[in-house]
C-alpha cells in the first residue's frame, strides 16, 4: 500500500530540508534507513524488507510518501497520523530556529 500526504507550507524551504536533515538521523540509525538524495530538496530511503519512502520539499508544499507491504487499512490512520505529527514538529522547529 502507498500512502502520500501534501504539507502545505509557507516557509524558507532551504531551513525545512536543513532542519529535516538533522531530524532523519535517530531513524537511519534505529531503522537501518538507506538514504538517497534524489535531487537539491528531495530524499528516497529504504528500510530492508519494511518498504520504501519519499519527501521532496517544494516551495510551498512538502510531499511524503510512504510504500510498505505492512501498510494496509486497519494501520493506514495510524501512520497517516505519525506523518502528520512529524511534519507539525518540523514546522515547528522552522518556527524555534
Known sequence: MVITKEYS????????????????????????VKLFRTDEYSYSAKAGFFGSGEI???EDKIVITINSPFLNSSNKAKVESEMDKYVQRLFQQV???
Not at 530540508?17 to 531513524?27: G, K, V
Request: charged share 40%.
Open 9 to 32: 507550507h509557507s516557509f524558507d524551504r532551504k531551513k525545512i530540508f536543513s532542519i529535516m536533515e538533522r531530524e532523519m538521523e535517530p531513524y537511519i540509525k534505529k531503522y537501518g
Open 56 to 58: 521532496r520539499v517544494y
Open 95 to 97: 518556527l524555534e530556529s
